[in-house]
Every structure is written in structure tokens, then in C-alpha cells.
């Protein structure tokens, strides 16, 4: 059975490598997760780049010496989005939850490349320093997927599309994902069930993939190039790669369980020699050795 962190890099990989591609082949920007003002100067040159980064991000995830630099590449990038073309737009339109969406799916990318280095770090950096961005990564996933979940609240009926013709209660069934993507983000940030609730958001997101993303896009009814299938793999991949980290978390113990094993052992060796000593004395009617 595929590992989580292996699939997780895989899907991440293969979900920034590919909107890289379609960025590169339509001489654009990610459509909607980057959004890049069409004024700026040297756009043309700025998607050359762009897409050459995301690709060597992408492409380098998938080898074993280059992954940890490219995973941390990968979260630096996506920071610079969020910091350089999503804030902006959040600040001059607070209101518009669909900005607050994009950047969410940035950030969960983000996230998620950033627990994949926990992952993959080298020895040389410390258990402590990984642990602490390990926390960073997992309580930045949270707030995302819970604006996932609103969106899908708010917006259930326009999304109706999404659901596959043959099922029935399509309203209900966007409504019940909103509400487990809300559930999944709060046990995120609140440490409890992290790692089930992580295992089971990565669950429903492949499970979109498969079942709304790639349906759409081949009976013909996206029309452009598949972004979302690109981009919404890779938010899938790090979700994988979040519920991948989780497993490292040390596990707090209750009040007295601490000492658990290490306090065993060190009473072990504290009785052992007063046995020593109690074995070597003689009992009080034992005849002395030699008689």
C-alpha cells in the first residue's frame, strides 16, 4: 500500500509540475491562484519565469537529493503569492469570499510543501526546529480548509454543477463536504484527531479529483485548459503531505505517564544493585562459606 507522504509528494508533484506546463504552453499565469495584474511590466517574461519555477519546483520534488530544496522553494513561492497578489486584492475587497478561496488553495499548497520538508529535512536540522515547523504547517492548513467548507456553504446551490449527474441531493452533498472540510480544519488547528481528520480531507479531495475534475474535463464541459485539475492535485497532494507529518508529532502523555518506560528503567537500575548487595549478604542461619 502507497504511503501517505509518498502519495502526498507525488500528487504535489505532479499538480504544480502540470500547471506549469499548461502556464508555459498558454503563455499565462496560474488562472486565478495567480493573479498577476495584466499591466505589470515584462508580463511576458514574468510568465517565462513564473512557469520555470513552479516546473523546477515540481520536477525536483521528485528526486531524492534536490526534494527538500524544493519543497522549501515551493512554500517560499507560494508565500510570495499570497504576500505580493493575494493580499492586495483581500484588502481592497475584503467581502469577496471567492478571493478568500484562491488564496486559501495558495496557502494550502504551502502548507502542505512545508510539511513535506519536515518530512525530508536532512539530520543536520534539528528535531526541535522540524517539530516546530511541522505545528507551522498544520495549523496553516486549518484556516484554509475552513474557508473551503464556507464557501461550499455559502455558494452551495451555484455548485450543484460539481456534483455528479447521477447522484441525488446535490445541495445536501456540497453542504455535508463544507461541513467536513470546516471539521477537518478545525481538528487541524486545534491538535485534537489531527492526524484521522488530515487522512480523511485528503480522502474527499482525491475523491474530487477523480470524480468532478477529470469527468468535467473529458465530457467537454470546462472550457480552457484544465487549472483546476492541475492545481487542485497539487492542494490534494499536500493535504496527503500534512496527514504524512502528523505521524511524526510526539504524543502528549496525561499526568504521570511521562515517566512511563524511562522511569521503569531508572528504578530498574536503582533496585538492581541493592539486589546485588542483598544476594552477596549472607542470611543470618546460612553456615559460612568454607565450613
Known amino acids: 500500500m502507497i504511503r501517505a507522504s509518498t502519495l502526498g ?35 511576458g517574461s514574468a510568465v517565462w519565469v513564473s512557469g520555470l519555477v513552479l516546473l523546477a519546483c ?17 512554500s517560499l513561492t507560494m508565500a ?10 483581500l484588502a481592497a475587497h475584503p467581502e469577496a469570499l ?31 526546529a522540524r517539530e516546530r515547523w511541522r505545528v507551522t504547517a498544520r495549523m496553516s492548513m486549518g484556516p484554509a480548509l475552513i474557508v473551503f467548507g464556507i464557501s461550499h456553504l455559502l455558494f452551495a446551490p451555484n455548485m450543484t454543477v460539481l456534483v455528479p449527474v447521477f447522484l441525488p441531493w446535490k445541495v445536501q452533498i456540497i453542504q455535508a ?30 475523491a474530487f479529483v477523480l470524480a468532478v475534475d477529470i469527468p468535467r474535463f473529458l465530457a467537454g ?34 499526568p504521570g505517564c511521562a515517566r512511563g518506560r524511562s522511569g521503569l528503567r531508572a528504578s530498574s537500575a536503582r533496585a538492581l544493585p541493592n539486589s546485588k548487595v542483598a544476594a552477596a549478604r549472607p542470611s543470618p542461619g546460612a553456615p559460612a562459606s568454607g565450613n
Do not use: D, Q
Not at 116 to 124: F, K, Q, V
Open 9 to 43: 509528494r507525488l500528487l504535489l508533484a505532479g499538480g504544480v509540475s502540470g500547471a506549469a506546463v499548461i502556464g508555459l504552453i498558454t503563455h499565462a499565469f496560474v488562472r486565478n491562484w495567480e493573479p498577476v495584474p495584466a499591466g505589470l511590466p515584462l508580463f
Open 58 to 74: 515540481g520536477a525536483c520534488l521528485l528526486v531524492p537529493r534536490a526534494a527538500p530544496s524544493a519543497a522549501v522553494a515551493l
Open 80 to 89: 510570495i503569492w499570497i504576500v505580493i497578489l493575494h493580499a492586495p486584492l
Open 98 to 128: 471567492v478571493h478568500w478561496g484562491y488564496s486559501s488553495g495558495v496557502l494550502s499548497v504551502g502548507s502542505g510543501a512545508l510539511a513535506l520538508w519536515t518530512l525530508l529535512a536532512a539530520r543536520s536540522v534539528s528535531k526541535a
Open 177 to 206: 463536504t463544507g461541513l467536513a472540510h470546516i471539521a477537518a480544519g478545525t481538528a487541524l488547528i486545534c491538535g485534537v484527531a489531527a492526524r484521522p481528520a488530515a487522512l480523511l480531507e485528503a480522502t474527499m479531495m482525491s
Open 221 to 254: 464541459r470546462v472550457h480552457g485548459p484544465p487549472w483546476a485539475i492541475a492545481f487542485e492535485t497539487a492542494m490534494t497532494g499536500a493535504v496527503w503531505c500534512v496527514a504524512a507529518a502528523l505521524r511524526r508529532e510526539p504524543v502528549r502523555s496525561a
